[in-house]
């Protein structure tokens, strides 16, 4: 799994930068392998009425098979305190992967459900 933090809120707190892959870690660590790239982007606007800080969260999730495409699952949260916009940031996309996953789980399983049945039916020329 591979962590990309970026943001102008994190130009000078590295104790933020710290937090968020503490908190990456924790949250995505449980998919193992099947999570290729996290991206986390924060930004500081000041001047926004709903939230000073905000945050976005891209997730890749790799292909369980050759030649399928890789999921992604993106969510994105404001608010005025930066742990805050981090930490309900991280739970949603977390939340968002594991359906994601299961999602991939039962369209793999149906694949293979298929499988014999076609392989019988190619051979019965």
């Known amino acids: 799994m ?13 104790d933020i930068r710290r937090y968020i892959e503490r908190r990456a870690l924790l949250e995505f660590g449980r998919f193992g392998d ?12 000041p001047n926004e009425p709903r939230g000073r800080y905000h945050c976005g969260l891209a997730v890749t999730i790799a292909p369980e098979e050759e030649g399928l495409q890789p999921r992604h699952v993106r969510a994105r949260r404001q608010d005025e305190d930066i742990r805050a916009a981090v930490d309900s940031v991280i739970e949603r996309a977390g939340q968002l992967t594991a359906g994601e996953l299961l999602r991939a789980d039962a369209a793999r399983a149906a694949r293979e459900q298929w499988r014999p049945v076609l392989a019988s039916a190619g051979s019965g020329s």
């Open 2 to 14: 591979r962590l990309d933090i970026q943001g102008s809120a994190l130009a000078h707190q590295v």
């Open 34 to 45: 099947r999570v290729d790239t996290i991206r986390v982007r924060v930004i500081e606007r």
